[in-house]
């Protein structure tokens, strides 16, 4: 076995911090002899020469795995009149191509690759900090144990919002092999699986390009559906002190999650979500329409 890795971390900026992490586990291909340069010297040399070619090719790969990871954190403390507001953006990509076993040329299924992205927002909202810019309020705040009307319209403390975006794709039968750069490799004139599979483009149409491209392995007694996945999280909390000394703390959460199958080897590609079939062009329409309902435009 030979294992590679590779991992590279920057700070562009004080706010903007990134990392990219890879990893290869790769096998050394040897011939099946025996290996006694004295008793047999051609055999030998046969396995030299076949070990020395694995080597120099980086050997064959079994696995391969990358992560990218992206902070942005929002300059508030910059500017005073918005010191009180914290929030970071993150987004991460995953991607893994992974060898299966083959017993014979005409069992085998290919290979199977996997992506995830991750968009994920925090956002804090002080308001007690809020409440301090001004010198009276920030008056009444400081006298704790005395009790004023105003406290009551300031009774919402401090605020966080989060949400979270997890798409996923998990697609068997692929036929290219994995390559050193990203993962890329040179299949039918294109690198597969392309830059933006790898990191964390998700969508049905892809897999209509890789069977395009003839990347799938289209066999109907080869039923292992592709599997897109989505999870949506939202969680707030908020910390009211309605009078001083008395905290209450105000929690909301839901999620959203649904899996797609995709059984691209059959005529029609029939898509099936919560055991219905539909045609994957509506499964489509129905992901734009949601993008449009939650942003307001309809």
Not at 60 to 86: E, N, R, S
Not at 181 to 201: D, N, R, S, V
Not at 215 to 244: F, M, N, V
């Amino acid at each position: 076995m030979w294992d590679r890795s590779f991992v590279l971390r920057w700070n562009l900026t004080n706010h903007l911090q990134a990392s990219f992490r890879s990893g290869t586990q790769a096998r050394i291909e040897e011939p099946h002899m025996q290996v006694n340069k004295k008793l047999n010297p051609d055999q030998y040399q046969v396995w030299k020469d076949s070990v020395r070619q694995s080597l120099l090719h980086l050997g064959q790969p079994l696995a391969y795995d990358q992560d990218f990871q992206a902070t942005y954190y929002f300059p508030f403390v910059f500017f005073k009149p918005l010191d009180w507001l914290q929030g970071s953006l993150h987004y991460q990509a995953r991607y893994n191509w992974h060898r299966t076993t083959a017993i014979h040329d005409s069992l085998w299924v290919g290979n199977t690759i996997q992506n995830q992205s991750v968009v994920k927002y925090q956002g804090s909202l002080n308001f007690l900090s809020l409440y301090n810019k001004h010198k009276t309020l920030r008056k009444i705040n400081s006298e704790s144990f005395k009790f004023h009307l105003l406290q009551i319209l300031m009774s919402i403390k401090r605020s966080q919002l989060s949400f979270e975006r997890i798409n996923g794709m998990t697609l068997p039968g692929f036929r290219p092999e994995t390559g050193d750069m990203f993962g890329q490799k040179k299949f039918a004139g294109e690198l597969a699986p392309g830059w933006k599979f790898a990191f964390g483009g998700v969508s049905i149409s892809y897999i209509e390009k890789a069977m395009d491209k003839n990347w799938l392995i289209r066999k109907e007694s080869y039923t292992d559906p592709a599997l897109i996945h989505y999870t949506g999280k939202l969680s707030y909390q908020t910390l009211i002190e309605p009078i001083p000394g008395l905290k209450i703390e105000l929690t909301a959460d839901r999620v959203n999650s649904h899996t797609t199958q995709v059984q691209y080897m059959y005529a029609g590609m029939p898509c099936f979500r919560g055991g219905v079939v539909l045609p994957c062009r509506l499964l489509q329409c129905i992901k734009i329409l949601t993008v449009f309902f939650l942003t307001g435009i309809l």
